[in-house]
T-cell receptor
Framework: QKEVEQDPGPLSVPEGAIVSLNCTYS??????FMWYRQYSRKGPELLMY????GNKEDGRFTAQVDKSSKYISLFIRDSQPSDSATYLC?????????????FGTGTRLKVLA | DTGVSQDPRHKITKRGQNVTFRCDPI?????LYWYRQTLGQGPEFLTY????????KSRLLSDRFSAERPKGSFSTLEIQRTEQGDSAMYLC????????????FGPGTRLTVT
């Protein structure tokens, strides 16, 4: 079993829809949770970063972490065609010492105009 | 601050050749990471530098791979005797011990081994 599981999609939604992207994980030592957006053949771009449990909002994006369930989510409101990309979750914890990230496989999202 | 840069962006090489990639992190970022990403997968950790010291290497990093960060600034990743299985995107990321743990990624070097 992988440490981080993420549904690869693809996920197709109409413009303006609310998108929900999710990851589950097995390592209870993870404390920091990140979401990256990656366009085709580009490097990942950091969207959101959350420490421990709770919610964080930034514009149209909301990140949620539920450490008791080992489940994290990213919500995108009023989705736009420009949001079409692969969304990667990543996690790390201080026990790794190096804070290396463990990534999910990524979910491909397509927002249809 | 121009972000993390990587060179070259694309490399096509024949099996058995050696290749070297360069990463220039965000200035004053003392942590530098290399990851490898294959099609349809998330990035996988390869190695980590804090300043010039290489503090962790993944089991993915076989003895054909070597990485350096000689003056604690830019880093190089060399692959010797390339194999077709080495074809992937090689990503570099940097972060700062004085800031948060957020890692900022470069555009990657796409390696194709024929």
């Amino acid at each position: 079993q992988k440490e981080v599981e993420q549904d690869p999609g693809p996920l197709s939604v109409p413009e303006g829809a609310i998108v929900s992207l999710n990851c589950t994980y097995s390592n209870s030592a993870f404390q920091y949770f990140m979401w990256y957006r990656q366009y085709s053949r580009k490097g990942p771009e950091l969207l959101m970063y959350t420490y421990s449990s709770g919610n964080k909002e930034d514009g149209r994006f909301t990140a949620q972490v539920d450490k008791s369930s080992k489940y994290i989510s990213l919500f995108i409101r009023d989705s736009q065609p420009s949001d079409s990309a692969t969304y990667l979750c990543a996690m790390t914890g201080s026990t790794s010492g190096t804070y290396k990230y463990i990534f999910g496989t990524g979910t491909r999202l397509k927002v249809l105009a | 601050d121009t972000g993390v840069s990587q060179d070259p962006r694309h490399k096509i090489t024949k099996r058995g050749q050696n290749v070297t990639f360069r990463c220039d992190p965000i200035s004053e970022h003392n942590r530098l990471y290399w990851y490898r990403q294959t099609l349809g997968q998330g990035p996988e950790f390869l190695t980590y530098f804090q300043n010039e010291a290489q503090l962790e290497k993944s089991r993915l990093l076989s003895d054909r791979f070597s990485a350096e960060r000689p003056k604690g600034s830019f880093s190089t990743l060399e692959i010797q005797r390339t194999e077709q299985g080495d074809s992937a995107m090689y990503l570099c990321a940097s972060s700062s011990t004085s800031g948060g743990i957020e890692q900022y990624f470069g555009p990657g070097t796409r390696l194709t081994v024929t």
